[in-house]
Structure formats: structure tokens, C-alpha cells
């Protein structure tokens, strides 16, 4: 199943390609997951749909629950007078340019709104990558990112104890 959520002139619409009747491939489970992690529930405890699975119909209200209260970005700008202190120097974001579920343009808005904020978060776009090409980025991203835990670690000394020589 491909799913692309995308505003489009002010109307969120969700495009589906679905499976035939009977059969829920992979991609069908993975965003029955996140209806399943994300969504309020409904009256009798199973988690209310994104969209519709036949019509591809966006239902608004759970759209509305998901943004409140899962969109990063929207959760930073709100309590960033709050969160600026506790994340400085700790925010690193890389996404694909040609990213294979469309992060990048979430990635972009977050680096847009961070900047207003005056975030010194770290934002990389790989140009030409997809999802799974961006481990390259940066010499190498895993690499990256233990280097940058363990300097934080060794940095403070109440952590210090947490990082092998």
C-alpha cells in the first residue's frame, strides 16, 4: 500500500492504492500502527482511522488529534521557552532531499520555524538521497552521532562514567 498525505491548496487529502480484499501487505499493517500509536480511540477502545481505507477520506478531527498532539514542530514552537535551554546543542535533524515517505518537506518547515526561534539545531538535507541513502551523510551518521553523544557525555561530569575509553 503507498500513502501520501499532502496539503493541497488548503484541503488535506490522503491518496491510497489498496491491496485486494482479504490481504494486508506490510504497508497496510505499518499505518494500521500508526493509527494504532497515534489515534484517539473510539468508544469501543480500537483506535479511530486517519482516513478512510476504501474512500481515501481524510477524517479531520483525528488529523487535528495527531497535529496537537504529535507534531514535533508544532510542540517545540509552543514550549520552546521551555524546551530552548534543555535541547541546546542537541537537536540534529538529516533527511533525504528526495526522501522516500516525503520528510523532507517537514524537515524543511521544522528548520524554518526553529531558525524564527533562534535554535542552534543542526539540520543537513542530503541532496539526491532517499530514506535508507542518508546513513552516508556526514561521514557517516551512526558514527556521527555516537561521536556527538560521547562529547556530551565526557562534557558533563554527573555522565561522564557512561563513556568507554
Same mark, same amino acid.
Given at each position: 500500500?503507498?500513502?501520501?498525505?499532502a496539503?493541497?491548496s488548503?484541503s488535506?487529502v490522503c491518496?491510497? /492504492? %489498496?491491496? #485486494?480484499p482479504? !490481504?494486508?501487505?506490510w504497508? @497496510?499493517?505499518?499505518i494500521?500502527?500508526?493509527?494504532?500509536?497515534?489515534?484517539p480511540?473510539r468508544?469501543?477502545?480500537?483506535?479511530?482511522p486517519?482516513?478512510d481505507?476504501?474512500?481515501?477520506?481524510?477524517?479531520s478531527?483525528?488529523?487535528?488529534?495527531?497535529?496537537?498532539?504529535y507534531d514535533i514542530?508544532?510542540?517545540?514552537?509552543?514550549?520552546?521557552? /521551555? %524546551?530552548a #535551554?534543555?535541547? !541546546?546543542?542537541?537537536l540534529? @535533524?538529516?533527511v533525504?532531499a528526495?526522501?522516500?515517505?516525503?520528510?523532507e518537506?517537514?524537515?524543511?518547515?521544522?528548520?524554518?520555524?526553529?531558525?524564527?526561534l533562534?535554535s542552534d539545531?543542526?539540520?543537513?538535507?542530503?541532496?539526491?538521497?532517499?530514506?535508507?541513502?542518508?546513513?552516508?551523510?556526514?561521514?557517516?551518521?551512526?558514527r556521527?552521532?555516537?561521536?556527538?553523544?560521547?562529547?556530551?557525555?565526557?562534557?558533563d561530569?554527573?555522565?561522564?562514567?557512561?563513556?568507554?575509553k
Amino acid at each position: 500500500m503507498t500513502t501520501l498525505r499532502a496539503l493541497v491548496s488548503g484541503s488535506l487529502v490522503c491518496y491510497a /492504492v %489498496l491491496p #485486494p480484499p482479504g !490481504r494486508k501487505p506490510w504497508g @497496510v499493517r505499518q499505518i494500521d500502527t500508526y493509527d494504532e500509536v497515534f489515534s484517539p480511540r473510539r468508544l469501543d477502545g480500537t483506535p479511530a482511522p486517519l482516513f478512510d481505507r476504501t474512500t481515501g477520506v481524510i477524517d479531520s478531527a483525528v488529523a487535528d488529534y495527531w497535529e496537537e498532539h504529535y507534531d514535533i514542530t508544532r510542540v517545540l514552537e509552543k514550549r520552546w521557552s /521551555v %524546551l530552548a #535551554p534543555k535541547l !541546546r546543542g542537541k537537536l540534529h @535533524v538529516f533527511v533525504g532531499a528526495e526522501d522516500t515517505f516525503h520528510l523532507e518537506g517537514s524537515v524543511k518547515l521544522m528548520k524554518a520555524a526553529l531558525t524564527r526561534l533562534d535554535s542552534d539545531a543542526e539540520f543537513g538535507i542530503m541532496p539526491g538521497a532517499d530514506h535508507w541513502q542518508i546513513f552516508d551523510y556526514h561521514g557517516g551518521l551512526i558514527r556521527y552521532a555516537i561521536g556527538e553523544m560521547t562529547l556530551r557525555l565526557a562534557a558533563d561530569p554527573s555522565l561522564s562514567r557512561y563513556v568507554t575509553k
